[in-house]
């Protein structure tokens, strides 16, 4: 059974660095062909992709958010991170990390609030 569990902070400044890492059990996540997603949902709007790191240590990231976004991995813990810079609260959201292109296991999601 594959479990991804994201941690951080639940506020963050303006204009600060926005970090979170996600924990994976159950699978490598150096193993071929998957992909680890980070996506939000910020209040009363849908679902955002942010972008993924493939098994191979890759990165794509939606383009909208590519200048600010950095996704990084450690495969010593079996986990990966996201790092959101210059935030603003439009960045307010539920963050969550999920496994492959089409989503099949996701993390419970952590909340993320942006204010001073």
């Known amino acids: 059974q594959v479990q991804l569990q994201e941690s951080g902070p639940g506020l963050v400044k303006p204009s600060q660095t926005l970090s979170l890492t996600c924990a994976v059990s159950?699978?490598?996540?150096?193993?071929?062909?998957?992909?680890w997603n980070w996506i939000r949902q910020p209040p009363g709007k849908g679902l955002e992709w942010i972008g993924y790191?493939?098994?191979?240590?890759?990165?794509y990231y939606s383009p909208s958010l590519k200048s600010r976004a950095s996704i990084s991995r450690d495969t010593s813990k079996n986990q990966f991170t996201l790092q959101l810079s210059s935030v603003t609260p439009e960045d307010t959201a539920v963050y969550y990390c999920?496994?492959?292109?089409?989503?099949?296991?996701w993390g419970k999601g952590t909340q993320v609030t942006v204010s001073s």
């Open positions: 159950g699978r490598s996540i150096t193993t071929n062909y998957y992909y």
């Open positions: 999920a496994r492959d292109l089409v989503p099949d296991y």
């Open positions: 790191i493939s098994y191979s240590g890759s990165t």
